[in-house]
C-alpha cells in the first residue's frame, strides 16, 4: 500500500496535520514503491526526484545491513548480514484481537461485550489527527523523516548488549509496530536486529499513515485498554472517541492526547519505576505530558502550548476490562447469542477473535420491566417477601417476529448461576439440564390437538373415569366442580383447570400428537419420557420416539423450558403463526482493512401457518377468560390470554407443589413466569416445596406467577406503548361426531310461553292464559267443549269466525 515512499519526505516536510492519521493509501505490493502524492498544493517529485528516493533506499538496505555485520562483530553468533537480512521474511501481521459488542435492539444500549481484548480497531483513515501528532511527539518526532529505523538505536542496543549495559534501545514506531507483529518479544542484539530489518520492509508495503493507524490500533496504553479507542474511553470516558474530529463536540484535545501518548513509553508500574498513569504517578505524568507538547509545538502541530493539565478519568481496576456485562440476568442472553452466530457460520474461535457488532431483539425498557417484576430484590416484584431459595425465569416475545423481547433466568449472568429460563451446557457444549413440568399451563398443546382433530370445546368429560391401569387422575377427585361430574364441558374445564379431560383428550389423540402439537407452536425441547436428564428435540422426533410419552403429557408431566413455552403461547397469540423465537437481529463483522464495519447477517422473518385460525380463535375466547377470573386483568383496557399451570413437588404424596407457571399474553407481547425453589446442599442441588408469599399455603400458578406476569406486562405495555388489540372474534369448531367420554348433555328445560308472574317462571299449572292444551305447560284455563253440528269450539270462544281463533 504505497502512499509513501521511503525517505520520501525530507526533514520538515511534513506540515501540521500531515501527520494525521487520515491520509489515504493506494493498495500496492511492490518492492519499490511510487512516489505518493505530496502534501495539498505540492507538485508531484519529477522522475530524477524518484531515481534519487531509489537510490536513497539502496543505501539505506546497505546501511541495515552494515549495522548486522557490526551486531555480529560485537555480539557474535548471527551469520551473513546480507544473508541475514533476506533470511528475515516480512508476513502480512494478524488480524488484533478485538472486542465485540453486543447490542439491545435500539442500537445504543450495550448489552455485553465478549471476547479477549478490550480493542475496537478503528479505521486509521478516521482517527483525529491530533492523536497520531501526540504519539509521533512522544514517541518518534521525526517519523515522517526517516525510513523506520533508528540507526542510533540499533549501534546503541548492539553496543549495550557487548558492555553488558541496558538492552533497552530506542525505536521507532514502524520498529515498535514490527516488534509487535512479528511477536518479538525477547530483548537483545537479534530480536533488535530483526525488529529494523522487518521495519525496514514494512515501509516498502505500507504508507506512513497506515503504519501509524496500525501502531495505534495495536500499542497497549495501560488500564487494560489495547488500541487507541479503548484508551480513549479508558481515559476520557466511554462517551469519547478516537475517531471524533477536532472541532466536533467531545472531540479529544491536544492536550488530552498528549497525556494518551505520554504512557505509552511506560504506561504500568515496575519494580523501578512508577509509569506515567497520571493516577500512579502524577508529577512524572506531568513531565512525561509537558515534553510531548514541547515536541508538538516544535513541529508546528499545535499553535500554542497548553498550561492546565486535563482532567483524567479515576482508574477503577475492579472494573470490566473483557466480557462486560456478562455478569448481571441480562448475560445469560449472551449464551443464545453465541449459539446463533454458531448457526450462521461465525465459529467461536471467530468470536474469540472479535470485531463483530451484534444487534440483538432485546428491547431495554420491556428488559428492565421483567428484571423489576421477576427479580426478587426488586421493590415492585410480588416475590420481594421470599427468601433466597425461590428461584424465577421470566421470558418475554413479540409474537409478530419472534423476537425475544426480554429474558430472566436467574440474577446472575451466564458465566455464573443456573439458567433457569432455558437449556444449560457444559464448557464442552453438552446439555446438562434444564426446564420443569409445565403442569397445567402445557394443556394449551393438548387443546391445539385436540380441537385441531375435531374434538369441539362443548364436548363433554367424565371426572369419574379411570387411567389407564385403573387409578385416579390427579384433581379428578375434588368436590368444588362447577359443572356435572360426568358431564362437564371441555370449555369450563379448560378454564377451572381440570386435569381427567386432558389426560383422556391424550389417551383418545395419542401422546404423540399433543407432542407434535407443543413442537409445532414452538416448543423445540420437552424432557425424554424415558431417560433421566435427557431431552427430546421436537424438531426432529417423530413418530415412535413421541409414542413413548405417557397420557400424563395431556396435563404437563414433562419438563420443558420458559423461552420455548413463551414461544409457544406467542404462537397463540399471533393466530396461530408460528414465529421461532431468536435474539439476533443483524451481525456485522469490521473490515479487517478499512476497519469499517460491513453486514454479515440479517435476520429473516417468515411467519409459518402452524394452526388452524379457527382453531386458536376458539381456543384464545376460552383463555380470555381465564387472566379476570384468577384477578390478573391487565390494566387500561389490555385484552389477554392467560393460562395457570402447577406441578406437584417430590411424587405428590406430600400435597406440596415444585413448581408453578403462568403463560400468556396479548397480540403483541407473549410472556411466560416459572417460579420454583431450591437449595445448594453439599455439591448438589435440593428441590424444595413453593408457598405464596407470607404462609405455608401451597404456591399454584394463578397465585404468584400469575402476579408477577402481571406486574411484567401492565410495565412493558406502558414501555412499549403498545396498541391495544382485539383477539379475533369466538369461532365455534368441532366435528359434532367426535364425543368426549362424558354422560350427554342434559336436554334444555321446556319452554313456558313466556308466563311470568311475580317476575318468576309461571309454574307448572298457574298460567291463566293457556287453556290448558299444551301438554307441556298445562294452565288453569277451562278446555272449550265443540259444537256437536260443528266440531268446532262456539263462536267467541274461538270457533269460526271468533276474534279469538
Not at 385 to 405: E, F, M, N, R, S
Not at 616 to 637: E, S, T, W, Y
Request: proline share 7%; with cysteine; glycine share 12%.
Amino acid at each position: 500500500m504505497g502512499a509513501a515512499s521511503v525517505g520520501a519526505a525530507p526533514v520538515g516536510a511534513a506540515p501540521v496535520g500531515a501527520a494525521k492519521v487520515g491520509a489515504s493509501a493506494a493498495v500496492a505490493r511492490a518492492a519499490v514503491r511510487p512516489s505518493p502524492p505530496g502534501p495539498p498544493g505540492v507538485p508531484p517529485k519529477p522522475a530524477k526526484d524518484l531515481a534519487k528516493a531509489a537510490k536513497k533506499r539502496r543505501r539505506t538496505n546497505l546501511l541495515t545491513v552494515a549495522a548486522a555485520v557490526l551486531v555480529i562483530v560485537l555480539g557474535a553468533g548471527v551469520v551473513g548480514g546480507a544473508y541475514f537480512f533476506d533470511d528475515v521474511q516480512f508476513v502480512e501481521p494478524p488480524v488484533e484481537d478485538q472486542v465485540s459488542q453486543i447490542f439491545a435492539a435500539d442500537n445504543k444500549t450495550v448489552v455485553a461485550t465478549i471476547g479477549n481484548s478490550t480493542r475496537s480497531v478503528v479505521p486509521y483513515q478516521g482517527i483525529n489527527p491530533l492523536i497520531g501528532q501526540a504519539v509521533m511527539a512522544a514517541e518518534d518526532k521525526n517519523f515522517y523523516d526517516h525510513n523506520g529505523i533508528d540507526m542510533k538505536g540499533i549501534a546503541r542496543a548492539a553496543w549495550n548488549n557487548f558492555t553488558g549495559g541496558d538492552q533497552q534501545g530506542a525505536s521507532t514506531i514502524t520498529q515498535q509496530y514490527a516488534r509487535h507483529a512479528a511477536e518479538l518479544k525477547e530483548i537483545s542484539y537479534n530480536r533488535k536486529l530483526r525488529e529494523a530489518v522487518i521495519a525496514r520492509k514494512m515501509e516498502d508495503h505500507y504508507s506512513k499513515e497506515e503504519i501509524l493507524g496500525r501502531y495505534l490500533n495495536s500499542v497497549y496504553f495501560g488500564r487494560g485498554a489495547n488500541g487507541i479507542e479503548a484508551a480513549v474511553k479508558a481515559y476520557f470516558g466511554n462517551n469519547r472517541s478516537s475517531l471524533t474530529q477536532p472541532g466536533q463536540k467531545g472531540a479529544i484535545t491536544a492536550s488530552e492526547a498528549a497525556v494518551i501518548a505520554s504512557v505509552i513509553k511506560q504506561p504500568e508500574p515496575s519494580k523501578t519505576h512508577r509509569g506515567y498513569d497520571p493516577d500512579n504517578n502524577r508529577a512524572d505524568a506531568e513531565i512525561r505530558w509537558k515534553y510531548t507538547l514541547n515536541n508538538m509545538f516544535e513541529k508546528g502541530w499545535i499553535k500554542q502550548l497548553p498550561t492546565a493539565y486535563p482532567k483524567v478519568q479515576k482508574f477503577n481496576p475492579d472494573a470490566c476490562r473483557t466480557s462486560c456485562g456478562t455478569d448481571n440476568p441480562s448475560g445469560k442472553i449472551v449464551k443464545y447469542v453465541k449459539q446463533e452466530l454458531r448457526a450462521i457460520g461465525i465459529s467461536d474461535a471467530e468470536q474469540k477473535k472479535g470485531g463483530l457488532r451484534i444487534t440483538t431483539t432485546i428491547n431495554p425498557a420491556v428488559q428492565k420491566a421483567a428484571e423489576t417484576a421477576a427479580k426478587r430484590t426488586s421493590d415492585k416484584s410480588p416475590l420481594r417477601k421470599l427468601d433466597a431459595t425461590y428461584k424465577t425465569a421470566l421470558v418475554a416475545i413479540d409474537p409478530k417476529t419472534g423476537h425475544v423481547l426480554a429474558y430472566y433466568g436467574g440474577p446472575n449472568g451466564d458465566r455464573v448461576g443456573w439458567d433457569y429460563a432455558g437449556p444449560n451446557y457444559n464448557e464442552s457444549g453438552d446439555f446438562i439440564g434444564g426446564g420443569r413440568p409445565p403442569g397445567s399451563s402445557f394443556k394449551i398443546y393438548t387443546l391445539l390437538a385436540a380441537l385441531s382433530d375435531g374434538y369441539g370445546l362443548d364436548t363433554t368429560w367424565d371426572s369419574e373415569a379411570k387411567k389407564v391401569g385403573g387409578d385416579a387422575i390427579n384433581n379428578s377427585s375434588r368436590t368444588n366442580f362447577t359443572c356435572d361430574k360426568r358431564r362437564c364441558p371441555l370449555d369450563e374445564a379448560t378454564v377451572q383447570s381440570y386435569n381427567f379431560p386432558f389426560y383422556h383428550l391424550a389417551a383418545a389423540l395419542g401422546p404423540d400428537k399433543v407432542a407434535e402439537a407443543a413442537g409445532k407452536a414452538g416448543v423445540q425441547f420437552i424432557s425424554s419420557p424415558t431417560k433421566i436428564g435427557a431431552r427430546v428435540d421436537l424438531t426432529k422426533a417423530k413418530g415412535d420416539a413421541l409414542k413413548q410419552y405417557g397420557n400424563e403429557i395431556g396435563y404437563g408431566q414433562y419438563a420443558i423450558t420458559a423461552l420455548d413455552h413463551a414461544n409457544g403461547v406467542a404462537t397463540l397469540a399471533n393466530q396461530g403463526i408460528y414465529n421461532k423465537a431468536h435474539f439476533v437481529k443483524s451481525v456485522q463483522k469490521r473490515d479487517e482493512k478499512t476497519g469499517k464495519f460491513k453486514t454479515f447477517h440479517t435476520e429473516r422473518l417468515r411467519g409459518d401457518k402452524a394452526f388452524e385460525p379457527d382453531v386458536v380463535a376458539a381456543l384464545d375466547h376460552v383463555l380470555q377468560k381465564i387472566p379476570g377470573k384468577n384477578g390478573q386483568d391487565l390494566r387500561n383496557g389490555y385484552d389477554a390470554i392467560g393460562k395457570s399451570g402447577t406441578w406437584e413437588y417430590k411424587d405428590g404424596k406430600s400435597g406440596q407443589n415444585g413448581d408453578a407457571w403462568w403463560v400468556g399474553g396479548t397480540p403483541n407481547l407473549a410472556a411466560t413466569v416459572w417460579i420454583g425453589r431450591e437449595k445448594q446442599v453439599k455439591s448438589q442441588m435440593q428441590l424444595l416445596p413453593i408457598y405464596k408469599p407470607g404462609t405455608r399455603k401451597g404456591m399454584t400458578g394463578g397465585s404468584t406467577p400469575g402476579d408477577t406476569w402481571k406486574v411484567f406486562m401492565d410495565l412493558a405495555n406502558k414501555a412499549l406503548d403498545a396498541e391495544k388489540t382485539d383477539f379475533p372474534p369466538d369461532v365455534k369448531v368441532g366435528d359434532p361426531s367426535k364425543k368426549g367420554n362424558g354422560l350427554d348433555p342434559l336436554p334444555p328445560p321446556p319452554e313456558n310461553n313466556g308466563c311470568i308472574l311475580n317476575g318468576t317462571v309461571c309454574p307448572p299449572g298457574t298460567d291463566p292464559n293457556n287453556p290448558g292444551t299444551d301438554p307441556n305447560n298445562p294452565g288453569t284455563g277451562t278446555p272449550p267443549i265443540n259444537d256437536p253440528n260443528t266440531g268446532f269450539p262456539p263462536a267467541g270462544n274461538g270457533g269460526p269466525g271468533g276474534g279469538n281463533r
